[in-house]
Every structure is written in structure tokens, then in C-alpha cells.
């Protein structure tokens, strides 16, 4: 029995697309580590030199927000994109995770990490926004 419809070519397709995302997004995510890094030992070496002024002070943290987010975000698709991976050495890839049923070729060739199918991903934001 196959739940789903996605031929060898299209899986191997989705595959490669997966791992090339997981590593733009490990490389994303270790150079916004570094800004970070960078942005926090310019602060330490603070007192030797006059303090920026509180507008550019407040630039940099208006920009280490944003930072965040976007670190964030790209971490929680990270976390997709690695399961996604899993789910297909499992063999288990295409399947919704919550209701079992198949996630559609057309939705997972648009989104190759996601896990749920339509219905179920609806619910669980529908969840999470409450
Ligand atoms: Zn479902």
C-alpha cells in the first residue's frame, strides 16, 4: 500500500533539493552566529574607545532583533528540513504526520519539508496562533 503518489525521480528530486537547503541554512545560520559574535566582542572592547551614540546603539539592536528572528526562523526550518530527511530514510516521507494520509505530490514539490497534509498543517496553526 502507498500513501504516496510521488515517483522515485520526483523523491530523489525533493531529496536533493532538502539537503541543499540544509546546508544554505547551516551556512546562514553559522555567519549570522558570527555577526553575533563579532557584534558582541566589539561591545566588551566598549570602554576603551567613546561609545557610540544612542541612535547607533540603537540601530545595532534594532538589527540584532531582526537577527534573531531571522536565526530563528531559518532554525525552526532547519529542524523541518533535517525531519523531512529522516522521514525519508525511515521511508515514512509523504505521509502526514498526523492523520497518515498522503501530504500530495503538488504540496511537497512546493514544500518539499513539509510534514502535514493541508487540512492537518490548517489545524496546527489554527493551535499554535491561540
Ligand atoms: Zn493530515
Do not use: F, W
Not at 547551516?26 to 557584534?39: E, F, N
Not at 545595532?60 to 523541518?80: G, K, Q, T
Amino acid at each position: 500500500m502507498t500513501t504516496s503518489a510521488l515517483t522515485d525521480t520526483q523523491r530523489e528530486q525533493l531529496r536533493v533539493q532538502l539537503e541543499q537547503r540544509k546546508e544554505q541554512l547551516l551556512q546562514d545560520l553559522d555567519a549570522m552566529q558570527r555577526d553575533t559574535l563579532a557584534v558582541a566582542s566589539d561591545a566588551s572592547r566598549g570602554d576603551a574607545e567613546p561609545a557610540g551614540s544612542p541612535r547607533d546603539q540603537a540601530n545595532s539592536m534594532a538589527a540584532s532583533v531582526v537577527r534573531d528572528a531571522e536565526a530563528a526562523r531559518d532554525h525552526a526550518e532547519l529542524v523541518a528540513v533535517r525531519a523531512a530527511l529522516e522521514r525519508m530514510a525511515a521511508g515514512s516521507y509523504g505521509e502526514c504526520t498526523d492523520c497518515g494520509q498522503g501530504v500530495g505530490v503538488a504540496r511537497l514539490l512546493a514544500q518539499p519539508a513539509a510534514l502535514r497534509c493541508i487540512a492537518c498543517q490548517s489545524k496546527a496553526e489554527a493551535h499554535v496562533r491561540r
